[in-house]
Nanobody
Framework: QVQLVESGGGLVQPGGSLRLSCAAS????????IGWYRQAPGKQRELVAT???????NYADSVKGRFTISRDNAKNTGYLQMNSLKPEDTAVYFC????????????WGQGTQVTVSS
């Protein structure tokens, strides 16, 4: 059984920073990719950033230059560094990972609330 646990969300003022973490636990042989998604009330879930096992990254246009995705393979953990936060970044942020275990599958975290407000 694989589980993703997210942390780091909270309330921050515009222009502030947060770092989200996504820690995977269970029987894990490798993690092919980690993705961060977000969903605001009344809107569809959107891709924020992804990172593959070879370090390739992709970002939504709305966060390029402000957010950075990274990973620590030794800790089975992914990160999303969020700088220069804007009110429109307010959403529930979800971690998604492609995990090679006894079998391979995709897993979602529970989501963590990020609120950017003055």
């Amino acid at each position: 059984q694989v589980q993703l646990v997210e942390s780091g969300g909270g309330l921050v003022q515009p222009g502030g920073s947060l770092r989200l973490s996504c820690a995977a636990s269970g029987t894990i042989y490798a993690i092919n990719y980690i993705g961060w998604y977000r969903q605001a009330p009344g809107k569809q879930r959107e891709l924020v950033a992804t990172i593959t096992n070879d370090g390739r990254t992709n970002y939504a246009d709305s966060v390029k230059g402000r957010f950075t995705i990274s990973r620590d393979n030794a800790k089975n953990t992914g990160y999303l560094q969020m700088n220069s936060l804007k009110p429109e970044d307010t959403a529930v942020y979800f971690c998604n990972a492609g995990v090679i275990s006894v079998t391979s599958s995709y897993y979602w975290g529970q989501g963590t609330q990020v609120t950017v407000s003055s």
